[in-house]
């Protein structure tokens, strides 16, 4: 592979799921598209820090950082972490669970950066490898229309290229917006809503993010370890909770268009899941207690 105008940097926030970062640290050490590989481990109790040693002794041409939490702190500070220690021009957070071409997206992903200075955020096109049984992803067609419009973050993967809303993970970002932005770690680490967060901070700094469809990444949906709860109403809470904290931090300033995404959000998630209605009011009333909680502090 060619020289790279800029240095990728991969971060791999992981937690008790030392078989499928096995696999993906398989496929990323034998391609030299990055520059350094970071794993920030959340106090695993598995075999990750013998992978993780195992992988850095017979590697050694490739740069692999490794952090080691001594207690479970979640995904968002993980990635928190994970970009302080990254030196590249561009930086990834990969699910250590996700696999992506490299060279082809690199060169693509480099390619829009360089032709867009406006774009902070670039993301591809996720591809289920297994369905989760519990709670799957949904994309959606004309996404950005729909979350527009009941303030519901929907993904659209099957759209061309465009300036969108929002992007689903992995996505790449520019070095320079993570000095101006970070994951918002009162998320609590559950895969909701923290990176719509941090994409929103990315547009309200005066960027954009950028859907990319030659940008693959495969989701092999690992359902053991990591930071979700596996239980579908403990899942719904926190999408509750997690998505009227979003609201209340982004939507405050106008009152008729917070109360109309907390009422298209609320009736979604209902709909969804009538039978958890009392988790999902629970995690409504706790989202609302730590937005007022958090701007009081």
Same mark, same amino acid.
Not at 77 to 104: F, P, T, W, Y
Not at 191 to 208: L, T
């Given at each position: 592979?060619?020289?790279?105008?800029?240095?990728?940097?991969?971060?791999?926030?992981?937690?008790?799921?030392?078989?499928?970062?096995?696999?993906?640290?398989?496929?990323?050490?034998?391609?030299?598209?990055?520059?350094?590989?970071?794993?920030?481990?959340?106090?695993?109790?598995?075999?990750?820090?013998?992978?993780?040693?195992?992988?850095?002794?017979?590697?050694?041409?490739?740069?692999?950082?490794?952090h080691r939490s001594h207690k /479970?702190? !979640?995904?968002?500070?993980?990635?928190?972490? $994970?970009?302080?220690?990254? #030196?590249?021009?561009?930086? =990834? *957070?990969?699910?250590?669970?996700?696999?992506?071409?490299?060279?082809?997206?690199?060169d693509v992903v480099i390619k829009?950066?360089?032709?867009?200075?406006?774009?902070?955020?670039?993301?591809?096109?996720?591809?289920?490898?297994?369905?989760?049984?519990?709670?799957?992803?949904?994309?959606? /067609?004309? !996404?950005?229309?729909?979350?527009?419009?009941? $303030?519901?973050?929907?993904? #659209?993967?099957?759209?061309? =290229? *465009?300036?969108?809303?929002?992007?689903?993970?992995?996505?790449?970002?520019?070095?320079?917006?993570?000095?101006?932005?970070?994951?918002?770690?009162?998320?609590?680490?559950?895969?909701?809503?923290?990176?719509?967060?941090?994409?929103?901070?990315?547009?309200?700094?005066?960027?954009?993010?950028?859907?990319?469809?030659?940008?693959?990444?495969?989701?092999?949906?690992?359902?053991?370890?990591?930071?979700?709860?596996?239980?579908?109403?403990?899942?719904?809470?926190?999408?509750?909770?997690?998505?009227?904290?979003?609201?209340?931090?982004?939507?405050?300033?106008?009152?008729?268009?917070?109360?109309?995404?907390?009422?298209?959000?609320?009736?979604?998630?209902?709909?969804?899941?009538?039978?958890?209605?009392?988790?999902?009011?629970?995690?409504?009333?706790?989202?609302?207690?730590?937005?007022?909680?958090?701007?009081?502090?």
């Open positions: 592979m060619k020289s790279l105008p800029m240095k990728v940097s991969v971060i791999i926030p992981t937690r008790n799921r030392a078989k499928i970062l096995e696999k993906t640290l398989g496929r990323l050490v034998r391609d030299d598209g990055f520059s350094e590989i970071i794993i920030v481990d959340g106090a695993s109790e598995d075999e990750t820090p013998e992978i993780v040693e195992s992988f850095m002794k017979s590697y050694k041409n490739v740069r692999i950082k490794y /479970r702190e !979640g995904s968002s500070k993980a990635s928190n972490i $994970g970009m302080k220690l990254a #030196d590249g021009d561009i930086l =990834i *957070r990969l699910d250590d669970d996700m696999i992506i071409k490299v060279k082809e997206s690199l829009d950066f360089d032709n867009n200075s406006k774009v902070g955020v670039i993301g591809g096109k996720r591809i289920e490898v297994l369905k989760p049984s519990v709670d799957p992803p949904l994309y959606i /067609r004309y !996404g950005d229309m729909l979350t527009k419009l009941t $303030g519901y973050v929907f993904i #659209d993967i099957f759209s061309g =290229i *465009r300036i969108a809303d929002f992007v689903c993970a992995p996505f790449f970002v520019r070095r320079e917006i993570v000095g101006m932005v970070q994951y918002d770690e009162n998320y609590g680490g559950t895969a909701y809503r923290e990176e719509s967060d941090f994409q929103q901070q990315v547009k309200q700094k005066g960027c954009k993010c950028l859907f990319e469809p030659k940008f693959e990444v495969y989701h092999f949906g690992q359902e053991e370890g990591g930071n979700r709860g596996q239980m579908f109403r403990t899942r719904m809470y926190w999408k509750a909770r997690n998505h009227t904290y979003f609201l209340f931090k982004n939507f405050s300033n106008s009152k008729i268009i917070l109360f109309w995404y907390i009422l298209c959000g609320l009736s979604i998630l209902i709909l969804y899941a009538p039978q958890f209605f009392r988790y999902i009011l629970k995690g409504f009333k706790d989202g609302v207690r730590l937005f007022f909680s958090v701007r009081k502090n």
